[in-house]
């Protein structure tokens, strides 16, 4: 079983440390997406696990195997770890099967050994599985950027790793290539029963292809759920614009209820990372994603307007009319940008037959509850 634990571990360079305490699970044969902002620690983390820089403390287990612990540093090559980078690093010297029979070499083979191993049928295989069977004797510099990646991912499976590392593979690719080749990667890892860690900084890929995704900033992580947890009920406010489209509203928590200055809202009140939640009366920040926020034309048989004093029962039916001023229209969905009476501006987001245009007089209302966050949790 290739279930990968890592417990406090730290990282530093000659500065101070990059990473700090950090504790990540990927349960065996499942795949983490790791995102942040440019120099959070993603890549750290990633070449700490392989065994490429020393950890100052904590520990790295790969399925039964301690590999990296106080006095224990065990080297890159015996940790059974397969790396995928960015620009597939391919030996332009070598055919396409080639370099997939080096990586079943484990790197100890001569580029004659591995000429010899391009013959076997576990090489067939593993290309057979990329769908590049019928380039095994292509040349690198005749392959395209998905190809390549392709054969990076044949090589990096050829020595039977335990566990598999993916630096960005996709962030060279079109888009269209990008989507072909994740959906590969996802039903590759599967099928070998093969554990992954993806760092990547797109964060619709990390939601769409991941079972478990984490979050880190500043060398910290701040989430680490399933796709669904992590957007749905974001650990903080930062974390919900991170990973998604948000509105922040500013409010005050009464029971199950905020108001704020759209209306009363329901609201679920969010427990931080020290184990505190807003209480009732308290100042809150309220989290909506443009897609709870409905969009229906203005006037005869729109929803009607809440009652004076937000009463309880107005809190599910709020509305407020407004102006579409801006559109951003995307194919699949669309977002409106909406000037309300008093110039607050909102974003909706709605689907493609939801669309409408610039200059149209709408009305929102707020489906579900809202998050509400402590002013504190950033």
Known sequence: MSRLEVRGLTVGYEGGPVLHSVDVEVPHGELLAIVGPSGCGKTTLLRTIAGLLRARSGEIRIGQRMVTTHGIHLAPEKRRIGWVPQDAALFPHLTVAENVAFGMLAGRGSSRAARRAARSDEVRRLLDLVD????????PGQLSGGQAQRVALARALAAGPELVLLDEPFGAL???LRADL???????L???GVTGILVTHDQAEALSIADHVAVLRGGEVLQ???PEEVYQVP???WVAGFVGDAVFLPGVLHGDEVATSIGRLRAVPVTDAAGLA???????TVLIRPEELRVTPAGPGAPAEPAPGGAAGAAASAALDGIVTDVEYTGHDAMLAVALADGMRLRARVTASGLVPRGTEVRLTVAGAVLAYRPETV
């Open 132 to 139: 590049l069977g019928q380039l095994a004797d292509r040349a």
């Open 174 to 176: 079109d888009p269209m």
């Open 182 to 188: 994740r959906a590969s990667v996802r039903e590759l």
């Open 190 to 192: 599967r099928t070998e």
């Open 224 to 226: 680490l759920g399933t």
């Open 235 to 237: 650990a903080t406010p």
């Open 278 to 284: 807003p209480s009732d009366g308290d100042d809150v």
